[in-house]
């Protein structure tokens, strides 16, 4: 599968929290972060399990305002074999947008887009099932938005509004 130039992920890094320090760990790869993910809470993630590591030992990364952070839900399944799972954020910073490449290079929004696919290349159907794409998005953490930021003023602005008419 070749990926087209313009579609790339906004994550810059992948991370995960201990559930017994509460550190944060730097996950090597995007294959490596979405099979913690998928399997989350049945299998709650631990320092130990992550080579030469432990919780004795400093966080890989802190929870603070040097980057955007943006918290994924557990439990998403791994995208299909042949697929890809883009998260994208939006410009104004408003939100992300969850795309899957498929096979053929082209990219789906939603379950009625993989639906189609399916339908339009039936050799896919037994091996990718619509349960296994997820396109509910990471919520952004406001809290590591920078105050200056447009997203940051236009959401006061917003809030303002709303303490007038109510």
């Not at 995007?30 to 966080?59: G, L, Q, Y």
């Not at 697929?83 to 939006?90: A, D, G």
């Not at 290349?121 to 990471?138: A, L, T």
């Not at 997203?151 to 709303?162: D, E, F, H, P």
Request: glycine share 4%; charged share 30%.
């Amino acid at each position: 599968m070749e990926k087209p130039a313009n579609l790339k992920d906004s994550i810059g890094a992948y991370a995960v929290q201990c559930c017994r320090c509460f550190k944060w760990r730097l996950i090597p790869t995007k294959e490596d972060f979405e099979a913690i993910r998928e399997h989350f809470t049945e299998d709650p993630w631990h320092c130990a399990k992550m080579p030469n590591n432990s919780c004795d030992k400093p966080a890989d990364i802190e929870y603070d305002t040097t980057r955007i952070w943006v918290i994924d839900r557990p439990n998403i399944p791994k995208a299909p074999a042949n697929t890809e799972r883009l998260v994208m954020m939006r410009k104004d910073l408003s939100k992300m947008d969850i795309y899957y490449l498929m096979p053929n290079g082209k990219r789906v929004r939603g379950t009625n887009d993989v639906a189609k696919f399916l339908q339009s290349h039936p050799q896919y159907k037994k091996r990718m099932s619509i349960s296994k794409f997820c396109f509910v998005s990471p919520k952004i953490a406001e809290e590591t938005v920078a105050e200056d930021c447009e997203w940051r003023l236009g959401l006061g602005n917003k809030k303002q509004k709303m303490k007038n008419s109510g």
